[in-house]
């Protein structure tokens, strides 16, 4: 199951169209783990063996690629200033959650916040 999840989180990052749309690919990954948990909830009664195997796989594929701390920030910084309008409160919190459980994946946090720190200062800026 481990090989498996993180095969299919890699094929993201091998297709260049993917990459393109960093806000786009961060909603694919979300999609990923989304899908992973049910299948881990359904089929293995979340079974803690499963679960462990799944969260390392994430972990581990997130931390394998430098390019997703700017990814998230990209993703969060898109979700606060336009893709939260017209959203419940409700929605709101379930998209922060899950960005949020991405967010505890990565161990370079501090790089996720200086790229998160320059798109609000261009916000402020511009």
């Not at 091998?14 to 989304?34: C, G, N, S, W």
């Not at 200033?81 to 501090?110: H, I, N, P, T, W």
Request: contains cysteine.
């Amino acid at each position: 199951m481990t090989s498996h999840i993180q095969e299919t989180c890699k094929q993201l990052f091998i297709d260049p169209e993917r990459v393109k749309d960093p806000v786009a690919f961060v909603q694919r990954l979300l999609e990923e783990k989304h899908k992973h948990d049910k299948i881990t909830s359904l089929a293995f009664n979340n079974d803690k063996t499963f679960q462990k195997a799944l969260n390392s796989s994430f972990e581990y594929f997130i931390n394998s690629n430098p390019r997703l701390p700017e990814f998230i920030s990209l993703f969060v910084d898109d979700r606060l200033r336009k893709g939260l309008r017209g959203m419940s409160e409700a929605d709101v919190e379930a998209v922060l959650d899950k960005v949020m459980m991405l967010f505890r994946y990565l161990q370079e946090k501090d790089v996720f916040e200086k790229y998160y720190n320059i798109w609000q200062n261009d916000f402020f800026r511009g």
